[in-house]
């Protein structure tokens, strides 16, 4: 584990699992933590991969006051961490909010990007509009920020009983709501930073392969957005995991790893 110095001498904190094989990052979501990819860095562990996490501002071990937690931040970060780290080639997997993050990254790294992989991510738009009809009304995110200014513990125990739609238990639940406690309101600016976010752009000038994860139950990212993202892909595959939801790495897990080794094998 390690820590990386960003403006001001805030930190963002890391971990570099060592691997011979190509490096892989991971990008968790919006209020989690790098602990969320635990069983997913073993599982690419155990193919020889070197696995990197970390925290997003504001979110688990890093620090809480940064004054800039938008996603470009957030891209910004994950390209330092890889100039830190000495990679020369690396895929991106972001989850949730973080796909939105390893696009931006995926963008500024060029060709040091081997592949892009979105977890139910949040690209290429989080929220609809008359020429995007999928995900949600920037309203309702407005609402969810200003409601967790008034009650975070409720509204955060609540989004953690409904990320996943097939049955993961009390356990798994709690779980990710003391992960999501660890968050401060210095998160949430990313999250309303990704109401207004569109990456169409982006998206078809992504030269690297990309792998599209969906969960055809998802209540956060539903799978029109994952479609979007691969109609708009030059060099894209989609894959949905019938009856699953927001986090198909819990869920599916045995399938969930399986689809993602076959897609970062060809890259080595």
Same mark, same amino acid.
């Given at each position: 584990?390690?820590?990386?110095?960003?403006?001001?001498?805030?930190?963002?904190?890391?971990?570099?699992?060592?691997?011979?094989?190509?490096?892989?990052?991971?990008?968790?979501?919006?209020?989690?933590?790098?602990?969320?990819?635990?069983?997913?860095?073993?599982?690419?562990?155990?193919?020889?991969?070197?696995?990197?996490?970390?925290?997003?501002?504001?979110?688990?071990?890093?620090?809480?006051?940064?004054?800039?937690?938008?996603?470009?931040?957030?891209?910004?970060?994950?390209?330092?961490?890889?100039?830190?780290?000495?990679?020369?080639?690396?895929?991106?997997?972001?989850?949730?909010?973080?796909?939105?993050?390893?696009?931006?990254?995926?963008?500024?790294?060029?060709?040091?990007?081997?592949?892009?992989?979105?977890?139910?991510?949040?690209?290429?738009?989080?929220?609809?509009?008359?020429?995007?009809?999928?995900?949600?009304?920037?309203?309702?995110?407005?609402?969810?920020? *200003?409601? +967790? =200014?008034?009650?975070? %513990?409720? $509204? /955060?125990?609540?989004?953690?009983?409904?990320?996943?739609?097939? #049955?993961? @238990?009390?356990?798994?639940?709690?779980?990710?709501?003391?992960?999501?406690?660890?968050?401060?309101?210095?998160?949430?600016?990313?999250?309303?930073?990704?109401?207004?976010?569109?990456?169409? *752009?982006? +998206? =078809?000038?992504?030269? %690297?392969? $990309? /792998?599209?994860?969906?969960?055809?139950?998802?209540?956060?990212? #539903?799978? @029109?957005?994952?479609?979007?993202?691969?109609?708009?892909?030059?060099?894209?595959?989609?894959?949905?995991?019938?009856?699953?939801?927001?986090?198909?790495?819990?869920?599916?897990?045995?399938?969930?790893?399986? =689809?993602?080794?076959?897609?970062?094998?060809?890259?080595?």
């Amino acid at each position: 584990m390690g820590y990386l110095e960003r403006e001001g001498g805030r930190r963002i904190y890391y971990e570099d699992h060592a691997g011979s094989g190509l490096p892989v990052l991971l990008i968790h979501g919006w209020a989690m933590s790098g602990r969320v990819w635990d069983a997913t860095m073993v599982a690419l562990r155990a193919k020889g991969h070197r696995v990197v996490t970390f925290d997003q501002r504001g979110c688990g071990l890093s620090d809480k006051d940064f004054h800039d937690s938008r996603i470009a931040a957030s891209g910004a970060d994950t390209v330092a961490l890889c100039d830190a780290l000495g990679l020369t080639r690396v895929v991106l997997n972001g989850w949730s909010l973080g796909g939105a993050v390893a696009v931006d990254a995926a963008i500024r790294l060029k060709e040091r990007c081997a592949g892009v992989v979105l977890t139910c991510g949040a690209s290429p738009r989080y929220t609809r509009t008359d020429d995007f009809p999928h995900g949600g009304a920037v309203s309702d995110v407005a609402g969810t920020v *200003a409601a +967790l =200014a008034r009650d975070r %513990a409720t $509204v /955060l125990r609540g989004v953690a009983q409904i990320v996943c739609a097939k #049955p993961v @238990g009390a356990a798994v639940e709690d779980w990710m709501w003391s992960i999501f406690m660890q968050s401060t309101p210095c998160a949430d600016a990313s999250l309303t930073d990704l109401a207004h976010l569109d990456q169409r *752009a982006e +998206l =078809a000038a992504l030269n %690297a392969p $990309v /792998l599209v994860i969906t969960g055809s139950a998802d209540a956060f990212t #539903p799978p @029109g957005i994952g479609e979007a993202a691969a109609a708009l892909a030059p060099r894209s595959s989609l894959v949905c995991f019938e009856g699953s939801g927001h986090a198909p790495f819990l869920e599916d897990f045995d399938a969930y790893t399986t =689809a993602l080794n076959a897609f970062i094998s060809p890259l080595a």
